[in-house]
């Protein structure tokens, strides 16, 4: 098909200090802590919910340590503690692949108080779409609102779309998947079935609904995870191999086989376990454990990790086990050993979550710049919250100094870390490793 230019003349609708995107925990994280330290920020998220995975994936646990990471995480826990919406603390370091539960939907709900409490110019139903760069700077950020395209002026741009979306525009360097053919940690479709029926008589998924057959044993299952949302509901998660979470066309694909998986393995359990088990809901986007990263400033490797190793410019510690699936299978298949997964504590540096050549974008969350394995474990929500803290503070020596990002990892490591823990992120690894 042939290419075709196009050129429109926009409002610049927004100026701030940062414009955020994307609404997930990393960028929830950063628009808090910006706007506590007092700037004015733009936070745009494409979905109706904020939280990101953590609530349209349908995940419902935190992994890492959920105490000191920082104020702005302490006052999300805060928030479903009081709402009786999260299980009670434990620490990480005492166990093993555990997430600490939360009712996500009750997460929505918080999320949207404290971003209101921080008064952050929230943009819901709003999609970042595109940059204008002038050298090494980004001059405005082009957004997707419902009455049509407008600009936003910042001075600062965070990128935490987890696809790294804003980075890709702007021409940054990226990378996607396993080195040796790009192929990315399987997605996984997280939905919910009813344990009792609504009504009287259970209904039951026929055995011609599907295009492919029934499953009649349990070994021709997908791996299936169960999490149990107490007497009604049960959360299921389903893997989906194979398919690019950065193509549309592929995602479309992946939601309509995830979403149909669902169906046969509920229609196995109805035919073979006798459970009178019903859908009850989907959750809004399928799980998406990674899309596109940057290569930025520093490129954390699986062997940073295995090391525990420490970085002058460390802002937060990743300490969850490498989750370390096979790219390539649905079912419960790792490419480890069981005893190879564990890591001790490493410094995540504020330079993993800058991309080179450019002095106004940053990144937070799961599109750090890391390879596969160390994403597997830094990606968790706990950690990418504090990532998202943790920029905002950068970014905030940035303005202080008039510095941009590497200078500030290069020159002020130590007033970096200094504000990173006055924030009441944990930096010492001691804290993390298992008693
Ligand atoms: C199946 C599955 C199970 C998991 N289990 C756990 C677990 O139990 N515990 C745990 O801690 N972690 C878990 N993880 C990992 C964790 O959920 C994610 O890595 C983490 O939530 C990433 O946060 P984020 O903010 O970086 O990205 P995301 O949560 O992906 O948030 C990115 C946000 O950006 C928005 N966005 C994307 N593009 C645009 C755009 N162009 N414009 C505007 N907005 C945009 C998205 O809608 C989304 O809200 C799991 C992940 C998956 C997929």
Request: one cysteine or more; a positive charge; hydrophobic letters at 35%.
């Amino acid at each position: 098909m042939a290419d075709i230019s196009y050129t429109k003349k926009i409002k610049i609708k927004y100026k701030a200090d940062l414009a955020v995107f994307g609404g997930g925990i990393a960028g929830i994280g950063t628009a808090c802590a910006a706007a506590k330290k007092g700037y004015t920020v733009v936070l745009v998220e494409r979905l109706g919910w904020l939280g990101g995975n953590g609530t349209s994936g349908g995940v419902r646990g935190f992994c890492g340590e959920t105490s000191k990471q920082g104020k702005i995480f302490d006052e999300i826990i805060e928030h479903l503690e009081n709402l009786e919406a999260i299980e009670p603390h434990f620490y990480a370091r005492d166990v093993f692949f555990k997430g600490r539960k939360y009712e996500h939907q009750y997460l929505v709900v918080v999320l949207d108080k404290i971003v209101q409490k921080y008064n952050i110019k929230l943009l819901i139903h709003t999609r970042f779409i595109d940059v204008i760069r002038k050298n090494r700077t980004i001059e405005y950020a082009i957004i997707a609102e419902q009455e049509g395209i407008c600009g936003i002026k910042a001075k600062y741009y965070v990128d935490c779309t987890g696809e790294a979306c804003c980075c890709q525009s702007a021409g940054c360097e990226m990378v996607k998947g396993r080195e040796e053919d790009g192929l990315q940690l399987p997605m996984s479709v997280i939905g919910f079935y009813r344990r009792t029926p609504l009504f009287k008589k259970p209904r039951s998924v026929s055995d011609s609904y599907f295009n492919r057959n029934p499953i009649h044993n349990a070994s021709d299952k997908p791996m299936t995870s169960f999490n149990s949302c107490g007497k009604y509901s049960k959360g299921v998660k389903i893997k989906i191999p194979k398919f690019d979470s950065t193509i549309s066309n592929d995602l479309t694909q992946a939601e309509i086989e995830g979403r149909s998986e669902l169906m046969r393995v509920l229609h196995y359990y109805q035919k073979k376990k006798y459970k009178k088990w019903e859908l009850d809901h989907l959750s809004p986007i399928i799980g998406i454990r990674e899309g596109s990263r940057i290569k930025g400033e520093y490129y954390l490797k699986v062997d940073d990790c295995r090391k525990g190793r420490s970085f002058k410019d460390g802002i937060a510690v990743g300490h969850y086990p490498l989750d370390a699936h096979d790219p390539t299978d649905n079912k419960r298949t790792y490419i480890l050993d069981k005893k190879e997964l564990r890591v001790p504590p490493y410094d995540i540096p504020f330079r993993s979550l800058i991309p080179k050549n450019i002095d106004n974008l940053l990144v937070a969350g799961r599109n750090l710049s890391a390879d596969q394995l160390a994403l597997s474990s830094a990606r968790v929500m706990t950690t990418c919250c504090s990532m998202g803290q943790a920029v905002a503070l950068g970014i905030d020596l940035c303005l202080k100094y008039e510095m941009n990002p590497i200078e500030i990892a290069t020159y002020k490591p130590e007033e970096l870390q200094k504000s990173v823990k006055e924030s009441g992120i944990c930096l010492d690894h001691e804290f993390y490793k298992p008693r």
